[in-house]
T-cell receptor
């Protein structure tokens, strides 16, 4: 069965608005979750590491004030794209790790118009 | 130079063909190698996982790692239309899934 649930699977929003994406761990408690972004025909790029109960760690070049991450519980991490612009349109995917195995969410296709 | 290079394709083959997908890498510290399959508009799912050099077989899929050449391959035998997806290689030096470096993915279409 599914280990990770990501919601919504797709969203269209107007430029300047904010969008929240949820990632839930279904089978185990995840102290750490990861957020990736994937542009068409490009690799998965790690955006940030979400840590339960503490601030997220952002990769170089990722604006922490634009991509707000909240990991308030061991089963839920949220990514909020604030003041979205068309260049933020992408496929966003969360990932959990259990031992040596990675489990990905279903992904969220964000289109900013 | 990217740490992991993967031919993006697209690659089209007839049903039943043998498919070969490849990645090269530059970081000699990588020891753990994975292949993920990603269907359109879905998250990647783990297909194969290998450690160090050698072969690993699982049904129609065979993963090969040649650390001396820094080259990994995924072979799909008797390919099916349901194999049509993007295949991503990924690798890690630590054995932790937390520190994966991904290839850009190869888009495969198996024609019926």
């Amino acid at each position: 069965g599914a280990v990770v649930s990501q919601h919504p699977s797709w969203v269209i929003c107007k430029s300047g608005t904010s969008v929240k994406i949820e990632c839930r761990s279904l089978d185990f408690q995840a102290t750490t979750m990861f957020w990736y972004r994937q542009f068409p025909k490009q690799s998965l790029m790690l955006m940030a590491t979400s840590n339960e109960g503490s601030k997220a760690t952002y990769e170089q070049g990722v604006e922490k004030d634009k991509f707000l991450i909240n990991h308030a519980s061991l089963t839920l991490s949220t990514l909020t794209v604030t003041s979205a612009h068309p260049e933020d349109s992408s496929f966003y995917i969360c990932k959990l790790d259990r031992d040596t195995e990675a489990f990905f969410g279903q992904g969220t296709r964000l289109t900013v118009v | 130079q990217k740490e992991v290079e993967q031919d993006p394709g697209p690659l089209s083959v007839p049903e039943g063909a043998i498919v070969s997908l490849n990645c090269t890498y530059s970081n000699s510290a990588f020891q753990y190698f994975m292949w993920y399959r990603q269907y359109s508009r879905k998250g990647p799912e783990l297909l194969m996982y290998t450690y160090s050099s050698g072969n690993k077989e699982d049904g129609r899929f065979t993963a090969q790692v040649d650390k001396s050449s820094k080259y990994i391959s995924l072979f799909i035998r008797d390919s099916q239309p349901s194999d049509s997806a993007t295949y991503l290689c990924a690798m890690s030096s630590s054995g932790s899934a937390r520190q994966l470096t991904f290839g850009s993915g190869t888009q495969l279409t198996v024609l019926p």
